[in-house]
């Protein structure tokens, strides 16, 4: 990759989205809106409730489906991407329709131009009662080896902090054949309007994204990267300034992904990819000297240099 | 074409109760027309605010871009107490404007804060139409909420109404039922804006009139602005789709293509 800055599901559209803005192939990549075999309408408004730092959705998963996808939007992004890697992020009602979605985009994956496909797990299983396939091993692990087998090209799973340990779902998808893990997906919340005395959202409750959750984030790319440390690892959750990608970075994750703060600013993922440059230069180092690095308890932390 | 700017604010300036301008320099050689809206927030972090507030273009004039707000919530009310030379994020222009007509009578009908977007129309009406009539039916609670007009803006409109719902200024009654008694006039360009209840009364009025052709500037909360977030969806009268995106497929819609 160009570099270790993609924008991430849910935020960037079917990559089509910011080019009034800045070129698709200044980002190291993009990872689609969440697709699912037939479109989805979404839910009701309102969708969403700003909070502090951040914000909560209910979208409701609202997409086009993948046959649109192929043919309206693959064109477009394939001839504008350049180096920029483009990850298709599937999702189902149920582990056997995230296998059957997973054979179709192996299928049309030339078409496309798709370089991997991200696992949203953060679904209610509709045939099964409901529950969260993201938070139900058995459903996460038969979820991950259906992709698997459907598909050569490399796997993440993106993960829900919405558990009481995220590793232990890291460890499933690497034992199912992923090829790395995306965390953090969002984290459930509610608020609830003073006035009409009921839910803000349509839906009563929602994901929470946005700078509220960085530390989340950051924990459990800390954790991850400790237990798995050959295991790689998208950083995602509250990302908003250099600063915090430079953080997930030196927890573990080999890239990051920006989503919430692209919304109120267009240029968020542009500003970040040109301050991890100056950060680099001005420490004469790497991203890949700075990955996990603070894992490396046995080094001497660095002395701050100020340079301004 | 969108961007993102960084402005200074110019000023603030109360034209009624909890109601302002807020105005900014325009940067060179960027456009935009009536109906649009920027997605305005802080430029710095900020403890209170998170995501950017919609506001659709109020004015252009004397250089400056400005925006008709009242205080409704945590967002206006931080906006009008920040001090001149605050730099905030305007993102935009989005959405799509107010379309031309070929009839030469227009019909703004505001309610409340729906006032915002009909100086610019008007002024974008005198400039490229100058022979038309420009009429504005603005409808607020009470007379402390109506906003006074300078006299460069009450040249824009050759005929004014006012209502209040408690009759101290104006026609007693809402603004609906006092632009819905014109009906039976020359033929008119309808354009509202507006709380929601009011632009379901009235779109149903125009429909039992006959009216084709309306735009109504409509509201939906947003986190983005330009087609990402999906938060922003008006129920579709004729589906599929289901949902139309205010910010893609408005602000400024047909009340016929709504299900109100």
Same mark, same amino acid.
Not at chain 2, 55 to 71: A, H, T, Y
Not at chain 2, 80 to 88: F, M, N, V, Y
């Given at each position: 990759?160009?570099? &270790?800055?993609?924008a991430a599901s849910g935020t960037f559209g079917?990559?089509?989205a910011?080019?009034?803005? +800045?070129?698709?192939? $200044?980002?190291?990549?993009?990872v689609t809106k969440t697709?699912f075999?037939?479109?989805r309408d979404g839910n009701p408004a309102p969708r969403i409730a700003e909070t502090s730092c951040g914000m909560l959705n209910s979208i409701g998963l609202a997409n ?9 939007? $693959? ?14 992020n599937?999702a189902?009602?149920? &582990? ?22 991200e696992?949203n797990v953060s679904c209610p299983?509709v045939?099964?009662?409901g529950t969260n396939i993201g938070c ?22 993106k993960l829900s902090p919405n558990v009481a340990?995220v ?15 995306s965390l953090v997906n969002t984290l459930y919340g509610m608020r609830i309007d003073l006035e009409r005395r009921r839910p803000v959202l349509g839906t009563r409750s929602g994901g929470l994204s946005g700078p509220a959750i960085l530390p989340v984030g950051i924990h459990w790319? +800390?954790?991850?990267?400790? $237990? ?7 950083g995602i959750g509250g990302i908003a300034s250099?600063?915090d ?11 990051v992904q920006v989503g919430t703060a692209a919304f109120v600013n267009p240029?968020a ?13 001005? %420490? ?10 603070? %894992? ?13 | ?10 000023? =603030?300036?109360?034209?009624? !109760? ?21 997605m305005i927030s802080p430029?710095?972090p900020s403890g209170g605010l998170f995501l950017g507030r919609p ?15 009242? =205080?409704l919530g945590r967002g206006t009310a931080s906006l ?9 994020r305007?993102v ?24 915002? @977007?009909?100086?610019? #129309? ?17 409808? *607020? ?6 906003? *006074? ?42 354009? !509202?804006?507006?709380?929601h ?5 009235? !779109? ?13 500037? #409509?509201e939906e909360r947003m986190a983005c602005g330009f087609g990402v977030c999906q938060a922003c969806v008006v129920p579709?009268?004729?589906? @599929?789709?289901a949902y139309?995106l205010l910010c #893609?497929?408005?602000? =400024? ?8």
């Open positions: 990759m160009a570099n &270790p800055v993609l079917y990559g089509d910011f080019t009034d803005f +800045f070129p698709l192939d $200044a980002l190291g990549g993009f697709l075999l037939a479109p086009i489906g993948w046959d649109a996808f192929v043919e309206q939007k $693959a064109p477009l992004v394939r001839a504008a991407r350049g180096s920029a890697r483009t990850i298709v599937i189902g009602n149920a &582990p056997d329709e995230y296998a059957a979605l997973a054979a179709r985009v192996e299928r049309d994956r030339d078409t496309v131009g798709c370089d991997a496909i696992v299983n045939k099964e009662g139900d091993p058995d459903q996460f692990r038969r979820t991950v080896r259906g992709v698997r087998a459907e598909t050569s090209m490399p796997v993440f799973v340990d590793v232990p779902f890291a460890e499933s998808a690497a034992e199912e054949g992923a090829d790395g893990v790319t +800390f954790q991850v990267r400790a $237990a798995l440390p050959e295991l790689p690892i998208m250099w600063r990608a430079l953080e997930y970075l030196l927890a573990g994750a080999q890239a240029m993922c542009m500003e970040i990819v040109a301050g991890l440059e100056r950060y680099c230069a001005r %420490h004469r180092t790497t991203i890949e000297r700075l990955v996990g690095a603070a %894992h490396r308890e046995g080094e001497p932390a660095l002395v701050p240099v100020w340079t301004g | 074409m969108p961007a993102s700017w960084t402005l200074p604010l110019a000023g =603030v300036r109360e034209v009624a !109760a909890e109601t302002f301008w807020l105005r900014f320099p325009r940067p060179a050689g960027a456009a935009c027309d009536p109906g649009q809206f920027f430029a710095l506001f659709s273009i109020g004015d252009v004039r004397d250089g400056e871009w400005r925006f008709l707000l009242r =205080v009008r107490g920040l001090p001149e030379r605050t730099p905030l305007l935009g222009p989005l959405g799509r404007p107010f379309r031309p007509t070929d009839r030469g009578l227009h019909r703004m009908v505001a309610g409340g804060i729906g006032l915002a @977007p009909f100086f610019y #129309l008007a002024r974008r009406l005198r400039q490229e139409r100058p022979g038309d009539r420009i009429e504005l039916w603005y409808g *607020e609670r009470t007379a402390t909420a109506h906003a *006074e007009l300078d006299a460069d803006e009450a040249a824009l409109f050759d005929r004014v109404e006012r209502c209040t719902d408690d009759g101290t200024r104006g026609d007693r009654g809402d603004v609906v039922g006092s632009a819905a008694k014109s009906l039976g006039e020359a033929e008119a360009a309808w354009y !509202a804006c507006g709380p209840p009011m632009l379901r009364a009235l !779109a149903a009025r125009l429909e039992a009139g006959g009216v084709t052709g309306a735009q109504f500037s #409509l579709s009268r004729r589906r @599929p789709p139309r #893609l497929d408005g602000p =400024v819609m047909d009340p016929l293509a709504v299900a109100w």
